[in-house]
């Protein structure tokens, strides 16, 4: 017998700064304190909200990128048995620079109907147009309720409401203002899950909140079943047959999806902690390190010899090692941190990184690989401000934006060390 379908819902918003992930959230909380399998999902490459999804559900938070991945791939990695509640990024129609990839994108391929949440704190009448344009700007995309967010009293959610009316939309639910739900961020996004000491906390407010003031019986009675899933190719062939992984705070952007997938082929997966100095795995025959924050724990990262010693001795043993963002950072010569201190690093690449003087790099890229280990080639993110002040050696990548503009080589390789700033998400399958 196949297993049961489950059923799936987009929360999407009309703009990035809405409430969406602290509302997604509250939700999540909400339905796993009722007991009900539920399990969320990210539209995007974000490496930092699907650890607060997976801290309030108790499962991994796949990612799933309508432009780095086929329609195929998002049916695989959104299939199962239980209720998914799907995260949207930026606005609904947002998307990549060529104009594919929005979270509409993502509802059209798997079906997935859209709960719209909207900020309402300086609006009232206006509301209904919004929602009205967002509600039938495409005739694919379906709106099936909307949450308003950040209502500032009784009074005001009944005049929203009044407004909404007319429009046959269902109103599932009026979140007040709290200050005590915002959560805090940095240069990459939300401060991380495992740095929060007051997670559990957090969620439980947000859970009986949202468990307050949205109906989540309507909510949940708006999924839709989710389409069967077919047997896709991994993100990344494994590495290797035992992989080290950095896990801490230092290298926390690892995609789930491509940790599974290499488990799911067999492969062996060692988690271990750099800020903690632990070693790599002498019995790993690959070393994976995530990207993360490590221009935060430099000195940390400086100090840990015996990490920093491992790295050497599976470099001198030919192990292959593969460093993205941070983690190509840290195989680097040197790391400078935002007050200009310059902290000495693996040494395996020619590489001096800094963050004395920021500059945002962000898009989507493609990358065929020019040397190294890969075969390619794929489509990734990258999504950093660290300055290049060096790089000298053979580049991993030949790298385009979304769009196709060519942006040059990037990454370095030698012998089987290599890395590149930019995160792998995908198979490239363009023609």
């Known amino acids: 017998m196949s297993a049961p379908r489950g059923r799936g819902l987009l929360l999407a918003a009309p703009a990035s700064g ?50 780095a991945m086929t329609p195929d791939m998002l049916r695989h990695l959104a299939s199962g048995p239980d209720l998914l509640i799907v995260e949207g990024a930026m606005g609904l129609f947002d998307g990549a620079a060529d104009g594919s990839g929005a979270s509409a994108d993502l509802a059209r391929h798997l079906g997935l109907p859209v709960v719209l949440i909207v900020d309402a704190a300086r609006m009232a009448q206006s509301i209904a147009p919004l929602v009205a344009g967002f509600a039938h700007h495409d005739p694919d995309v379906t709106v099936a309720g909307v949450i308003l967010n950040r209502v500032g009293s009784p009074r005001h959610t009944d005049m929203l409401r009044t407004a909404l009316a007319p429009l046959g ?10 200050a005590d739900l915002a959560t805090p961020s940095r240069h990459l996004g939300l401060v991380q899950a495992t740095e929060r000491a007051d997670l559990d906390a957090f969620l439980a407010r947000a859970g009986a909140q949202i468990g307050a003031t949205v109906d989540l019986d309507a909510l949940t009675a708006c999924a839709r079943p989710l389409p069967d899933g077919p047997t896709v ?21 690892a995609y789930p999806h491509m940790l599974q997938a290499w488990r799911a082929a067999g492969a062996e997966v060692l988690p271990f902690s750099p800020l903690a100095d632990d070693p790599a795995p002498e019995d790993a ?13 430099a000195g940390k990262l400086a100090a840990a010899t015996i990490f920093l010693d491992s790295l050497r001795r599976a ?14 950072m840290v195989l680097g010569d040197g790391l400078v941190d935002a007050d200009g201190i310059r902290h000495r690093m693996a040494g395996l690449l020619t590489l001096e990184t800094s963050f004395a003087h920021r500059k945002l ?10 040397g190294g280990p890969f075969s390619g080639p ?9 300055a290049t002040l060096r790089a000298e050696g053979p580049p991993l990548f030949a790298a385009a934006d979304a769009t196709g503009v060519p942006l040059g ?8 060390v290599c890395g590149s700033f930019a995160h792998i998400v995908a198979p490239d399958s363009a023609p």
């Open 18 to 67: 809405a409430g969406k992930t602290t509302v997604t959230l509250g939700i999540l909380a909400a339905l796993s304190a009722r007991g009900l399998a539920v399990r969320g999902a990210k539209s995007g490459p974000d490496y930092i909200d699907p650890q607060f999804h997976a801290a309030a559900t108790g499962q991994d938070c796949l990612n799933l990128d309508p432009w």
């Open 378 to 386: 794929f489509r990734g993110h990258e999504f950093h401000y660290a």
């Open 315 to 328: 470099a001198g043993r030919d192990t292959l090692i593969y460093g993205e963002c941070g983690g190509y």
């Open 169 to 178: 939309i269902p109103v599932l639910g009026a979140v007040p203002r709290r």
């Open 285 to 297: 025959d690959a070393i994976f390190l995530p990207g993360g924050y490590p221009e935060l724990h």
């Open 409 to 416: 080589e990037t990454g370095l390789w030698r012998g089987s």
């Open 233 to 253: 190719p991994t993100a990344l062939p494994p590495p290797g047959q035992r992989i080290a992984v950095a896990r801490d705070a230092a290298f926390g952007f």
């Open 361 to 370: 790099h962000l898009g989507y890229r493609t990358l065929r690989p020019l």
